[in-house]
């Protein structure tokens, strides 16, 4: 079972960037999948990005596209979040996601077999 702890979580203008990061630990990380959802106060959990084994494929959620990153370096077992041009919807607990297992991708709730505890971004106008 992997472990996550995400960090870099904060208050930020609008405009502004953060970059979070994602600590794996007590497994393989280059063999899982990754992704970063988020959670605003009375929503549903939704899927923000998603990057595979290598890194070679990454995807964004619609509301994200050309302003968030993902990246991953397999040998820290560190996955990140840079984000750029903040709105205050991009409001939320950040949840860092491994796959539930190596070869399935992470688009969806459904295909996560750990989270990490969730870092806060408020995002002021």
């Known amino acids: 079972q992997v472990q996550l702890v995400e960090s870099g979580g904060g208050l930020v203008q609008a405009g502004g960037s953060l970059r979070l990061s994602c600590a794996a630990s007590g497994g393989t990380f280059s063999m899982y999948n990754m992704g970063w959802f988020r959670q605003a106060p009375g929503k549903e959990r939704e899927f923000v990005a998603s990057?595979?084994?290598?890194?070679?494929?990454?995807n964004y959620g619609d509301s994200v596209k050309g302003r968030f990153t993902i990246s991953r370096d397999n040998a820290k077992n560190t996955v990140y979040l840079q984000m750029n041009s903040l709105k205050p919807e991009d409001t939320a607990v950040y949840y860092c996601?491994?796959?539930?297992?190596?070869?399935?991708?992470?688009?969806?709730?459904?295909?996560?077999?750990?989270w990490g505890q969730g870092t806060q971004v408020t995002v002021s106008s």
């Open positions: 996601a491994c796959s539930t297992t190596p070869w399935r991708r992470v688009s969806g709730v459904a295909d996560v077999g750990s």
């Open positions: 990057i595979t084994r290598n890194g070679g494929s990454t």
